[in-house]
Nanobody, 116 residues
Framework: QEQLVESGGGSVQAGGSLRLSCAAS????????MGWFRQPPGKEREAVAG???????GYADSVKGRFTIAGDNAKNTLYLQMNSLEPEDTAMYYC??????????WGQGTQVTVSA
C-alpha cells in the first residue's frame, strides 16, 4: 500500500529552523516527482518546493534561499529543511507524490507554527 507520512513539524520562534520528513512506503519516492506543499490558515494550498526524478529542484519565491528539499534514497524519505523561519511560514505542510495519470498521493500533513 502506497503511503506518505510526514513528521517534524512544531512550534518555533521567528528565525528558527525545522526539518520536515516524509517517509514513503509501498513505492520508491525517487521514481516520482515529489513536492512539498503548505496551506496557511484560511488560505489556499500552495506549492513550496519540488524534486524531480533527475534531481532538479524548484522553490516558491517566498522560500528561496531559506528552504531546501532533498531526499535520502536509502531511507526512502523526502526532507524539507526550513531555515530563517518567518511567521508567514505558519501552515500545515504536506508532501505529495505525482503518481502519474493525474493521481497524486498525499500525506496527512504536519503543522508548522512560527511565532514572532
Amino acid at each position: 500500500q502506497e503511503q506518505l507520512v510526514e513528521s517534524g513539524g512544531g512550534s518555533v520562534q521567528a528565525g528558527g529552523s525545522l526539518r520536515l520528513s516524509c517517509a514513503a512506503s509501498g513505492f520508491t519516492y525517487s521514481s516520482y516527482y515529489m513536492g512539498w506543499f503548505r496551506q496557511p490558515p484560511g488560505k489556499e494550498r500552495e506549492a513550496v518546493a519540488g524534486l524531480e526524478t533527475g534531481g532538479r529542484t524548484g522553490y516558491a519565491d517566498s522560500v528561496k534561499g531559506r528552504f531546501t528539499i532533498a531526499g535520502d534514497n536509502a531511507k526512502n524519505t523526502l526532507y524539507l529543511q526550513m531555515n530563517s523561519l518567518e511567521p508567514e511560514d505558519t501552515a500545515m505542510y504536506y508532501c505529495a507524490a505525482d503518481m502519474g495519470g493525474s493521481r497524486w498521493l498525499w500525506g496527512q500533513g504536519t503543522q508548522v507554527t512560527v511565532s514572532a
